[in-house]
């Protein structure tokens, strides 16, 4: 099986984070999800 190549995006808004801690907790937790390619 091939894998499927096309591309889907997402943005995702989150405001009023102040925390690195917080920021940084987050993205490496969402970059566990399978397909998550950037995170920013």
Known sequence: MEPNM???SITITVEGMTCI???RTIEQ???KVNGVHHIK
């Open 29 to 31: 937790q969402i970059g």
């Open 6 to 8: 096309d591309a889907n």
């Open 21 to 23: 801690s917080c920021v």
